[in-house]
């Protein structure tokens, strides 16, 4: 199994501002992903982050709103940018390698946008 | 395309009642098959899973099975405890890349 150390846990921030979430796992993985949870609903891909290459994203997420570093096997960050308070939301990180294994998630950063 | 379809909540029991959530899915090829748990305040973990038809997860007196002619993984467990109060999640993930695909999640509450 993977330990998945997600930073910050909370964060109340302003409208316009940005955020930047970290993923740290505890040993080398070659696929991360980024989730949103909204309140009350389900998990939502935001994007694959893939090492050595841009991240790919899902319908409606776009790299300038959420831009993703992965710069090795151990780390990730996602950014949540010029927020507003429709982005107030559960952002997720999980790791998970073969097809037939599971997917291991961070805590999450609960992100309120005032 | 690949979905999931979960029973919809919220859930209430009483202690010791018998649990079952509904899991449906739509998938193209032979999906691993999973049910997550979020406690209060936590990430998910995960409860079980299955990686092919027939197969039977079970942890902490929780089981599904994965029943490929009904296209279900429904949860069920046989008697419930007020620590089991929480939202359970059942994802499949394709053999044909990486992506995990979520139901939309039940909340349980467990009363004494």
């Known amino acids: 199994s993977a330990v998945i150390s997600q930073k910050p846990s909370r964060d109340i921030c302003q409208r316009g501002t940005s955020l930047t979430i970290q993923c740290q796992v505890d040993?080398?993985?070659?696929?991360m992903f980024w989730y949103r949870q909204q309140p009350g609903q389900s998990l939502t891909l935001i994007a694959t982050?893939?090492?050595?290459?841009?991240?790919?994203?899902e319908s409606g997420f776009v790299i300038d709103k959420f831009p993703i570093s992965r710069p090795n096997l151990t780390f990730s960050t996602l950014t949540v940018s010029n927020m507003s308070p429709e982005d107030s939301s559960i952002y997720l990180c999980s790791v998970g390698e073969t097809e037939n294994t599971e997917a291991f998630f961070g805590q999450g950063t609960r992100l309120t946008v005032v | 395309g690949n979905s999931v379809t979960q029973m919809e909540g919220p859930v209430t029991l009483s202690e010791e009642a018998f649990l079952t959530i509904n899991c449906t899915y739509t998938?193209?090829?032979?999906?691993?098959l999973f049910w997550y748990v979020q406690y209060p305040g936590e990430g998910l973990q995960l409860l079980l899973k299955?990686?092919?038809?027939?197969d039977k997860g079970s942890n902490k007196g929780f089981e599904a099975t994965y029943r490929k002619e009904t296209t279900s993984f429904h949860l069920e467990k046989g008697s419930v405890q007020v620590s089991d109060s929480a939202v359970y999640f059942c994802?499949?993930?394709?053999?044909?890349?990486?992506?995990?695909?979520f139901g939309t999640g039940t909340s349980l509450t467990v009363i004494p």
């Open positions: 982050a893939n090492q050595g290459s841009e991240a790919t994203y």
């Open positions: 040993s080398q993985v070659t696929m």
């Open positions: 994802a499949l993930r394709t053999n044909t890349g990486n992506q995990f695909y």
């Open positions: 299955a990686t092919k038809a027939d």
């Open positions: 998938a193209t090829g032979y999906p691993s």
